[in-house]
């Protein structure tokens, strides 16, 4: 393989597959929660914008596709639609027929480099994935938009990546550590080792009480989506660690039971499943944990989704409901490596004993 070639995983590779369907079909379809096209909801597509090492460049989706220089407005080359949708095809059959961790596509590239792309990700220092404009038929306007892309061609994406800046720190209360205890508990080493160090912590009375998120920024963008939202998340996560369960909808039902903000309930509302479904929405279409959020949304258009049958589908800001419904229904949070995000064991700080937690999302599918 040349140094030279373009290679990516198949989350990365769907990414172009995104582009290449999109100016093929021209049309951006809505689904519902059930990840089905909505057939009376869609955006047809006037152009793509990618922003390329050797400047940016604009694909107007017509009878023909054109290619145009951004900063010129020169067009640069002209190519039929069949052209794309013959690409779209071989590179979905690329991306399944490969059982490469990461793998690259001679043919496809040769196309990319063609049509002036020579990357996979326009640019990887954003939330969104691809940038489109589109004509709203409610509205009778051109928005250009950003989409984050989740592919589920490959391994189930992430919604947040853990690293140490989602580690939660809980206090140990009430337990009588001694150093022997600590290193005994510390050194539990089976598969699931973290959930067997805190059933022994609370087996000798040790209760673990939240403190505070380890990475501030990340503590304070929570705060400003709920003020109570870092004590919600540290509560699913002792449950998730417990091994009661690891869907997002399932830990939110254990936690409506339990109740540890001491919300009013009696009227049905629903208080855990509204907050975390904002975070999730927030997380999706913008927010990391070591950037100051402030509210702004990056993808402003909402995410695409890229099915296992190729279907390219998408949850608009607009229809904010079934996007939020898909998120609660097909996320679950994943144990982490404690070893390199730095939890799980048993720490000193005063004479005070602590406990951290990770935080990773991930797509079910």
């Given at each position: 393989m040349s140094e030279d070639q373009i290679t990516g995983n198949k989350g990365e590779w769907s990414e172009i597959y995104v582009f290449f369907k999109l100016l093929a079909n021209g049309v951006l379809h809505a689904a519902d929660s059930e990840l089905?096209?909505?057939?009376?909801?869609?955006y047809?597509?006037?152009?793509?914008?990618?922003?390329?090492?050797?400047?940016?460049?604009?694909?107007?989706?017509?009878?023909?596709?054109r290619v145009v220089n951004g900063e010129t407005?020169?067009?640069?080359?002209?190519?039929?639609v069949e052209e794309f949708e013959n690409n779209?095809?071989?590179?979905?059959?690329?991306?399944?027929?490969?059982s490469a961790r990461a793998f690259a596509i001679p043919l496809i590239e040769t196309f990319m480099n063609s049509i002036e792309v020579y990357a996979i990700k326009a640019n990887p220092q954003e939330k969104r994935d691809i940038t489109i404009m589109v004509h709203d038929l409610g509205t009778g306007v051109d928005p250009t938009l950003g989409f984050s892309i989740k592919s589920q061609l490959g391994s189930p994406s992430t919604l947040l990546n853990a690293s140490r800046s989602t580690n939660?720190?809980?206090?140990?209360?009430?337990?009588?550590?001694?150093?022997?205890?600590?290193?005994?508990?510390?050194?539990?080493?089976?598969?699931?080792?973290?959930?067997?160090?805190?059933?022994?912590?609370?087996?000798?009375?040790?209760?673990?009480?939240?403190?505070?998120?380890e990475n501030e920024t990340f503590e304070l963008n929570l705060k400003l989506i709920d003020s109570r939202m870092a004590e919600i998340i540290s509560e699913i996560l002792l449950d998730f660690f417990r091994g009661k369960g690891s869907k997002i909808y399932d830990l939110i039902e254990l936690i409506k039971e339990r109740n540890p903000c001491s919300f009013i309930l009696d009227h049905s509302h629903p208080f855990y499943e509204y907050k975390i479904k904002n975070l999730l929405s927030d997380i999706a279409l913008g927010m990391i944990p070591t950037a100051v959020w402030d509210g702004l949304i990056d993808a402003t258009g909402g995410i695409i989704i890229v099915r296992e049958d190729g279907e390219v589908l998408c949850y608009h800001i607009y229809n904010k409901n079934e996007f939020?419904?898909?998120?609660?229904?097909?996320?679950?949070?994943?144990?982490?490596?404690?070893?390199?995000?730095?939890?799980?064991?048993?720490?000193?700080?005063?004479?005070?004993?602590?406990?951290?937690?990770?935080?990773q999302i991930r797509f079910i599918k």
């Open positions: 089905k096209k909505i057939d009376e909801i869609y047809p597509i006037i152009k793509i914008i990618r922003e390329e090492i050797r400047g940016n460049w604009e694909y107007y989706r017509n009878s023909v596709i407005n020169e067009t640069v080359v002209k190519l039929p779209a095809v071989r590179l979905l059959e690329e991306i399944r027929g490969s939660f720190i809980y206090k140990i209360e009430g337990a009588g550590l001694s150093d022997e205890l600590i290193e005994e508990i510390n050194n539990i080493n089976t598969k699931s080792k973290i959930r067997d160090r805190l059933h022994k912590i609370e087996e000798i009375g040790g209760d673990l009480k939240f403190i505070k998120a939020q419904d898909f998120l609660l229904k097909n996320l679950k949070l994943e144990t982490s490596s404690s070893s390199r995000h730095d939890y799980g064991k048993i720490y000193e700080e005063n004479s005070e004993y602590y406990f951290k937690l990770n935080l």
